[in-house]
């Protein structure tokens, strides 16, 4: 009789074909070299990253994390230690990897961005805000053209009144001497829904903003790869 291990693996069946039996034109770096990174999958890119010589290997490492999400969020010590040809050193630079992409998109250049809607605010930090495990409140500081001035982390923690002081929210507005701001925080678990306590959050941040002269424009909700906007519910506003 078999036990069965504590370890999976990402194997190789023998019928399976490998990247190097692969024509040329297909393996995946040459069609990299050819048509750049945006055409390949995510097991593509994932297969270059690891240095994996079967395909079939990065489809399975992202089908049993979900996809991208899930496996961004993976822990490292579980990604060295569960899979077949993914040692420490690989998932190192997975998670190196990772990381680079979420830096690039925060150290984005926002001075030219106008903010127009509420997605086009979400846009800026869905990315980087929708995966954080921990919440946190970030504000986009504009100016009177609702141009980006400055994106503001204020709060790590659980947002409520009990903790959030409402003066540290427009600190930075008030020395970039700007003309509104739109406040954001995410939800780890990725419902969007708003609590009471983030609608009465927003009641207070609104009339603090009106008795200084700087407009809270919106409250975005963050969550996964979704959003949900305050304003256009007309809570708190």
């Known amino acids: 009789m078999n036990t069965p291990t504590q370890m999976s693996f990402l194997t190789t069946p023998s019928a399976r074909v490998t990247i190097r039996e692969l024509p040329t034109t297909e393996q995946p770096q040459e069609r990299l070299n050819r048509y750049g990174p945006a055409v390949l999958s995510s097991a593509e890119l994932l297969a270059i990253v690891l240095g994996l010589t079967d395909l079939g290997q990065a489809e399975t490492l992202l089908a049993r994390y979900e996809g991208l999400d899930g496996l961004v969020k993976a822990p490292l010590a579980e990604l060295a230690g569960r899979y ?56 986009i500081i ?58 009465h ?12 002269s700087i407009d809270v424009l919106d409250h975005l909700v963050l969550g996964g790869h979704t959003f949900l906007s305050l304003k256009e519910r007309g809570l708190g506003f």
């Open 84 to 139: 077949r040809g993914i040692g420490r050193g690989k998932a190192h630079q997975l998670k190196a990897a990772f990381e680079l992409g979420r830096r690039s998109i925060v150290a984005l250049p926002p001075e030219r961005l106008r903010i127009k809607s509420p997605a086009d605010a979400a846009g800026l930090l869905l990315a980087d805000m929708g995966a954080l495990e921990q919440e946190e409140l970030r504000t």
């Open 201 to 212: 959050v927003t009641r207070q941040l609104v009339e603090a903003g009106k008795l200084l």
């Open 142 to 199: 504009v100016d009177s053209k609702n141009q980006v001035l400055k994106i503001h982390t204020v709060y790590k923690g659980s947002l409520n009144t009990a903790v959030l002081r409402i003066a540290e929210v427009f600190r930075e507005a008030i020395r970039l001497n700007a003309a509104g701001l739109i406040v954001a925080h995410n939800h780890p678990s990725g419902d969007v829904s708003p609590s009471p306590e983030d609608v």
